[in-house]
């Protein structure tokens, strides 16, 4: 079964300063990925996806991810984080045996003012 | 257009007590998901619905919990009774498309407290 790991529970950063939201993933013959955000007090909701073609993808607020299918990673990162960017983000696969969401355990980003 | 809507957002139970959450999806969604989020954790899927058929329902605990979709539309998921580790974050989401691209939208969530 797919697993997806998010290694940091919580990265604090200053405002301004670039940040990295780490997820790695098990191994799998195709690959859909997808970062998911949770805003305080607010449901989940979609911040990109990598589906194929480009491993470079953009999404909402000015954030971006790559897929690395060496590494089997798709990190999340920011150049310049926002007091606003404060939230978790989930990192997500898609399994292949019942195309079901696996989810990452979620990173807290602490913005430092 | 209005998003997913659910409710209560919170609700505070004694153990052994039954509770319910409904779900009113994004119009026209024919996908429907309730999810469970404990603390610290990603969410858990516990059941699937295509229109008004349960497609997957392996992931719940089907001793205590319940769920429906009347008429394809709203939906409402129950315990009954109530267990201390059932406390958590109860997500309900819907999509056009199947969960395989991803495209979920979630409602608020309703936070379930057992005492």
């Known amino acids: 079964a797919q697993s997806v790991t998010q290694l940091d529970s919580q990265v604090p950063v200053f405002e301004e300063a670039p940040v990295e939201l780490r997820c790695n993933y098990s191994?799998?013959?195709?690959?859909?990925l997808f970062w998911y955000v949770q805003y305080p007090n607010q449901g989940l909701q979609l911040l990109l996806k990598?589906?194929?073609?480009s491993t470079l993808v953009k999404g909402i607020n000015g954030f971006e991810a790559e897929f690395n299918k060496s590494q089997t990673s798709f990190h999340l990162r920011k150049p310049s984080v926002h007091i606003s960017d404060t939230a978790e983000y989930f990192c997500?696969?898609?399994?292949?045996?019942?195309?079901?969401?696996?989810w990452g355990a979620g990173t807290k980003l602490i913005i430092k003012p | 257009e209005a998003g997913v809507v659910q409710s209560p957002r919170y609700k505070i139970i004694e153990k052994k007590q039954p509770v319910a959450f409904w779900c009113n999806p994004i119009?026209?969604?024919?996908?429907l998901y309730w999810y469970r989020q404990n603390l610290g954790q990603g969410p858990e899927l516990l059941i699937r619905?295509?229109?008004?058929?349960?497609?997957?329902d392996s992931q719940l605990p089907k001793d205590r919990f319940s769920a429906e979709r009347l008429k394809g539309v709203d939906s409402t998921l129950k315990i009954q009774p109530a267990e201390l580790g059932d406390s958590a974050v109860y997500l309900c989401?819907?999509?056009?498309?199947?969960?395989?691209?991803?495209?979920?939208?979630f409602g608020e969530g309703s936070r379930l407290t057992v005492l």
């Open positions: 119009s026209g969604h024919n996908t």
């Open positions: 997500a696969v898609r399994d292949d045996s019942n195309y079901q969401l696996i």
């Open positions: 619905y295509e229109n008004e058929e349960a497609v997957d």
């Open positions: 191994s799998s013959v195709s690959v859909y």
């Open positions: 990598y589906l194929s073609g």
């Open positions: 989401a819907s999509s056009t498309r199947g969960e395989g691209t991803g495209e979920l939208f």
